[in-house]
């Protein structure tokens, strides 16, 4: 399969402060993360992805076209800044058919294609509403329906649940998959790790301007091998159970939880923990009622590879 | 996931079309959002009065036996030559109200998309800078242009229609000329200058001020300095009086300040370049990311 979006080399930087240094990644079509800390560089590479920014070194291909100054490609992209962009004296429809109408389409279309918008975020009553008037998870909801309003391939969304309430949240990563089932490409950055986690296990981690990994949270979280995988059993007899694993070679640490019926393993040999785990069971000698891995998410993964 | 990525993409073979107006969304929202403030329904309609004056001043002119009981002896203010229309292009009552209606219509053009963040929606979309500041501009365009390009051509038109000949044309054959130069050179410079004085705040009302202020007060400035050295060069400094210079000058009439008249069309120019630097760098500020 081929990429939807490539960069080769990326770099940026205003003055003496740096945005973007050597990006070189793909992007294929499916939700992809864009995660990091505030000031990582998750917009400078956003602006990037949109031509609204050239970079210094390097380039970015969006459908296989470099994207500075294509204007015309634009109309393949759909972008949901993280920040308000609207007049507040204009209503919601208004601000819809205006952008639209930047396409090209004839009036008819724009007409159509805003009402569709507004359906599918679920502001129809309130189109003939001033901005002005409109609540914070109303005013994210026009900001995604302007991105999607034009039907584009690749959708950019900056921080696009910021603002919302939890079920205004849940709305949104429905919509958000539903696009991904339609085979777009979908870039969303956050910084608030369970979102991300929520629509997509494929991420891009972003740190002071640096690509520190990218692929899937799992396969990430494996090649860490720096931190053990930390591994949570609720079982009836925590101690016999860790007396089954207290002499192999792949656990690093071994603790009882404060609850008494928990044991936390630490190793390094996952695979190999959980052969061995099987067995124990299978020989009957303890019942696990539970099995997590605290470790195994985007906030552990993140937190190990900036090095907190 | 995995019927998802079956699809995927070839890189894309479609035709990548320029449209042939991308500016155009731009000035028709700046213009509609324009008309729906009041105040400027008001000043727009008042900024007719002259044209309608001087049109009336045509048809009269051509009905002299009908009014002579009012033009006893002043036959001459009413005489339809280039000296008519240059009158009417460089009043000063039309270029204060032309400052008074880009208080409403430009004030707000760059300011309110500073103010809202909205260059990113503009570039993120199939339009450059270029189109942008065009759209912009051609909001100023349109408002100018009704008020001196219209009612010039109108005057004109009337005038034939009124005299039943086309003999005024054959007598003054550079007056079209004139009249269509003329309101270029207030359209681009009002455009540049109201751009300009919209780019340099995100506050709507700092501009209204500076449009309204800065217009003012180099008229102030030019009678401080000319009371003090005595001298016609410092109307350079006077935004009106280097217009109706220039104006004076297209229509080849006698110049209303004893320097040469193409050292205003200099400053004018030099202002339109001042716009235009200052515009492109501020748009560029769309690639700092906040």
Known sequence: MNPTIETRSLSKWYGNVLGLSDVTLTIEPGITGLLGPNGAGKSTFMKLLTGQLKPNIGQVAVLGRPVWNAYPLFAKIGFCPEADAFYEEITGWEFLTGLLSFYGYSRNEVGDRAAKALDIVELTADKDRRIRGYSRGMRQRIRFAQAIAHDPEIIILDEPLSGLDPLGKRKLIHLVKGYRDQGRTILVSSHVLPEIEAMTSRIILIHQGKILAQGDIHYIRDLIETHPHIISLKCDDPRALAASFVKEPYVHNLRFEADAGSLVVETHNRDAFFGRLNAVILEGGVRVDEITSPDDNLQAVFDYLVGK | ?290
Do not use: C
């Not at chain 2, 007060?217 to 003090?228: A, K, P, R, V």
């Not at chain 2, 009106?240 to 004018?268: D, I, W």
């Open chain 2, 1 to 290: 996931m995995a019927t998802i990525r079956d699809k995927g993409y070839s890189h894309w073979d479609g035709t990548l079309r320029d449209r042939r107006f991308p500016w155009w969304p731009i000035t028709r929202t700046g213009i509609l959002l324009t008309f729906r403030k009041k105040q400027l329904k008001f000043f727009f309609a008042f900024a007719f009065v002259p044209a309608v004056a001087f049109l009336a001043g045509i048809y009269i002119s051509e009905r002299l036996e009908d009014f002579k009981f009012m033009f006893k002896g002043s036959e001459k203010f009413i005489t339809i030559n280039p000296a008519y229309f240059k009158t009417y292009f460089t009043s000063d009552f039309l270029l204060f109200m032309m400052v008074m209606i880009l208080v409403f219509a430009g004030a707000g053009l760059v300011a309110d998309d500073l103010k809202h963040n909205a260059l990113q929606l503009y570039f993120s979309r199939p339009i450059g800078k270029k189109d942008y500041l065009l759209g912009k501009a051609a909001v100023i365009f349109f408002f100018i242009l009704v008020l001196t390009l219209v009612p010039g051509l109108l005057f004109v038109i009337f005038k034939l229609i009124f005299a039943g000949s086309f003999r005024f044309l054959a007598e003054y054959p550079w007056l079209l000329l004139s009249i269509v130069g003329y309101s270029a050179l207030l359209t681009l410079f009002f455009a540049s200058y109201t751009l300009l004085l919209s780019a340099l705040s995100k506050n709507r009302r700092y501009v209204t001020i500076l449009i309204f202020g800065v217009y003012l007060f180099s008229d102030i400035i030019y009678g401080i300095l000319f009371g003090i050295f005595r001298s016609p060069y410092v109307a350079l400094f006077s935004i009106k009086g280097n217009l109706q210079q220039a104006g004076a000058m297209m229509f080849g009439r006698k110049l209303p300040f004893a320097y040469p008249g193409y050292l205003s069309f200099l400053v004018l120019a030099g202002i339109f370049v001042v716009s235009a630097v200052v515009l492109w760098r501020r748009l560029r500020s769309v690639e700092e990311v906040r």
